[in-house]
């Protein structure tokens, strides 16, 4: 029920790109004067205590450091060279002739080598299991943030015998095989019972799949200067950080000081997205719920509902709502604080021209979902002139917004919200395994809450509910939005916990929003 990445303090919560981490060491040397060899002797360290902590000591024990031949092989160098030091039986394997290793790497294999350390250059997967598979633990140092392109050829099977031995295993920087800015498993990646990383967290540790095979995420700092992690522009949400952008409650609050939320939702065959998106604002916080229905479902929804206020809206001949109910919308909009538009709407050709038109002619503030940005998707309404505005895609419906494919989404899902924020001038989610959250200025928040479990019918509608049930609570677009996927994942994990990992539905995470939002005011 926690954020897994609670332990981190604020300023190790920046999420750091392998080209922003070169561009930090090489300016921690060329500006500051801090040898590029001191950075490499901490991270050594920084592993070696993280085996020594894992295997409890190391004296005695068998430990097989697998390093490449760039600077990650260097770190697993000292690290070796520690081992060895604190008397444990190392063995050196190298992915390389180690004639080849050069600079930093080069220096401290040396040292290593001075020590009496024998170096094995492998030449097979199988030369590399069978030195495993007796290991009480390996380091893995193989690739570092560099690697993008697919892993194949020997290194692919001494990463399939790192984790076919299955050894505790401490990974350098980022396991091996990983892209270090996507997640993505560039063919084989090893998985690691601790993955000890340096500065900074990267992007790809904490992003799926690669999330899966980092264990336990230790960041180490290794004595970059702490002043250029500001120029980091994506970053874990905290509980802290949403917990103070909740607006407070005063004592004598009443309805009115909490907003009304204004919900379009809902067509024939779609009460339950209605239902959950209105009811969610309530949930959340706001003082008055008023939903705006399709005229045949008025009735439908009055007996669903006790607490929302419904009004029924010109419909079309397939019970969805018409153009013809622009004029009501917007009247309507003179008594909202906030508007969630789009959960269940349907995309008849009549719907499309309601919420273009809506959407250009209204200035409160609005979330947008489901079939809200479908009707939207091909029209230029997104990058033309609106009110603030938040949008709560999942990859099917970014695509279709960016004109892209779903893999193309997935493919990069960090590049594919900055864009929707920065082209459509709004606040961008990109809903999913760690969804993100995106505004206009370039600014990520990665959010670590929720679970597989949530992969369920209706809690998107939740979710937009929420974040309109916080806006017209007078949070801002931004944070309405960190908070309302913070929020909304925490009551997921909630469900997961009380009733079990599978099989919970939409309507429990909905239940547990005043639990979650208890939670986070401990």
Not at 54 to 70: F, P
Not at 352 to 360: A, D, H, I, L
Not at 394 to 420: C, F, Y
Request: hydrophobic share 45%; net charge negative.
């Amino acid at each position: 029920m926690t954020d897994p990445y609670d332990y981190l303090p604020y300023d190790l919560r920046r999420l750091a790109s392998s080209e922003q981490m070169r561009d930090f060491d090489r300016r921690a040397t060329t500006e500051f004067g801090i040898p590029s060899l001191d950075f490499m002797e901490s991270a050594g360290r920084a592993v070696f205590e993280a085996v020594c902590d894992l295997i409890s000591g190391v004296r005695d024990k068998n430990v097989v450091v697998i390093a490449g031949k760039g600077n990650n092989g260097g770190d697993g160098f000292v690290t070796a060279r520690l081992l060895r030091e604190a008397g444990a039986d190392v063995s050196a394997l190298v992915l390389a002739d180690p004639s080849e290793i050069a600079g930093d790497a080069r220096v401290n294999l040396d040292k290593l080598r001075q020590l009496g350390q024998e170096i094995q250059q492998i030449l097979s997967g199988q030369q590399a299991y069978d030195a495993l598979k007796s290991a009480d633990a390996v380091v893995d140092a193989i690739f570092g943030t560099g690697l993008h392109g697919a892993v194949t050829g020997l290194a692919e099977a001494v990463i399939m015998a790192i984790n076919r031995a299955n050894r505790p295993t401490v990974a350098v920087d980022i396991p091996s095989g990983m892209d270090a800015d996507t997640g993505k498993v560039l063919g084989a990646c090893v998985a690691a019972e601790v993955t000890v990383t340096f500065a900074l967290p990267k992007i790809g540790l904490v992003m799926y799949p690669g999330a899966e095979y980092v264990g336990k995420l230790i960041v180490a700092d290794i004595g970059i200067p702490h002043d250029l992690y500001r120029e980091v522009n994506v970053s874990l949400v905290s509980k802290s950080e949403v917990k103070a952008a909740i607006p407070h409650r005063p004592a004598d609050g009443h309805k009115g000081t909490f907003g009304t939320c204004l919900v379009f939702a809902g067509s024939a065959g779609y009460t339950g997205a209605a239902a959950l998106s209105s009811e969610a604002a309530l949930r959340v916080g706001a003082g008055l719920s008023i939903l705006a229905v399709p005229q045949c479902l008025q009735d439908i929804m009055s007996i669903k509902l006790t607490e929302v206020i419904t009004r029924a809206m010109p419909e079309t001949q397939t019970h969805a709502l018409s153009d013809k109910a622009l004029g009501q919308a917007t009247a309507l909009c003179d008594r909202a604080s906030s508007i969630a538009l789009g959960c269940g709407i349907g995309t008849d050709e009549s719907t499309r021209k309601f919420v273009q038109e809506f959407v250009r002619s209204v200035s409160k503030p609005m979330v947008i979902d489901a079939d809200g940005l479908n009707c939207l998707a091909g029209a230029s309404v997104l990058e033309g002139e609106h009110g603030p505005l938040v949008i709560t895609p999942h990859p099917g419906e970014m695509g279709r917004l960016l004109g892209k494919t779903t893999a193309e989404i997935q493919a990069d899902r960090l590049a594919s919200v900055k864009e929707a924020a920065a082209r459509f001038h709004c606040v961008a989610i990109l809903k999913g395994a760690r969804t993100l959250v995106a505004e206009p200025g370039g600014h990520v928040f990665l959010n670590p809450t929720g679970n597989s479990g949530m992969a369920t019918a209706g809690t998107g509608d939740v979710l937009a509910g929420m974040i309109g049930g916080l806006l017209s609570q007078g949070c801002d677009p931004l944070w309405a939005a960190v908070s309302g996927v913070y929020i909304h994942g925490l009551a997921g994990d909630i469900a997961a916990a009380s009733i079990g990992p599978v099989g919970f539905l939409a309507r429990d995470v909905l239940q547990s929003i005043p639990t979650a939002l208890d939670v986070l005011n401990k």
